[in-house]
T-cell receptor, first 111, second 117 residues
């Protein structure tokens, strides 16, 4: 799996968009970008993934730069329940169970 | 997505004893995994639980310390043997599920919070 770099922590005001960056400059052509989050005392939860096009689902949007060396996870209207550790993982699409988790970004949504 | 149940959700154990953690999935899955999350740390893969054969362990983890069973496609156990305080962690069961188009995703149980005293 390619190495990723994320900020250690971020704050966001409730109701505002949370933009979480991830650098993955060594990403290979066949590797996707995946995002998970881990709310305190729970197991990680899959959020979204993408290869090179921007993606959106009911939870979030994923913006991947044209050179694919970085990406941004966007939570459009953050709530207090979005406070969690967010992990950016770069890997091939198969073998999801053997993901390498980095340190992630601790997002704190404040009222 | 798969629904994963882990038991127990938490336990406090005496050093030198062993604890067996159970993981039950609501559907048949090919791949099951066990992770450890030490206090304040990220997740580390312990092993892949293989149905019908011995588990495949990652570097730094051995069968004598973390024996794993996988009797069928919906169930697995992880035993933490001869525990010491350093084994205090959250242990998580994970399964791999298909998203279609050759893409797979990992789903996690709620974890077992183990404290060794």
């Amino acid at each position: 799996d390619a190495k990723t770099t994320q900020p250690t922590s971020m704050d966001c005001a409730e109701g505002r968009a949370a933009n979480l960056p991830c650098n993955h400059s060594t990403i290979s052509g066949n590797e996707y970008v995946y995002w998970y989050r881990q709310i305190h005392s729970q197991g990680p939860q899959y959020i979204i993934h993408g290869l090179k096009n921007n993606e959106t689902n009911e939870m979030a949007s994923l913006i991947i730069t044209e050179d694919r060396k970085s990406s941004t996870l966007i939570l459009p209207h953050a709530t207090l329940r979005d406070t969690a550790v967010y992990y950016c993982i770069v890997r091939v699409p198969t073998n999801a169970g053997k993901s390498t988790f980095g340190d992630g970004t601790t997002l704190t949504v404040k009222p | 997505s798969a629904v994963i149940s882990q038991k127990p959700s938490r336990d406090i154990c005496q050093r030198g004893t062993s604890l067996t953690i159970q993981c039950q999935v609501d559907s048949q899955v090919t791949m099951m995994f066990w992770y450890r999350q030490q206090p304040g740390q990220s997740l580390t893969l312990i092993a892949t639980a293989n149905q019908g054969s011995e588990a495949t362990y990652e570097s730094g983890f051995v069968i004598d310390k973390f024996p794993i069973s996988r009797p069928n496609l919906t169930f697995s156990t992880l035993t933490v043997s001869n525990m010491s305080p350093e084994d205090s962690s959250i242990y998580l069961c994970s399964v791999e599920s298909s998203l279609g188009s050759m893409n797979t995703e990992a789903f996690f149980g709620q974890g077992t919070r183990l404290t060794v005293v």
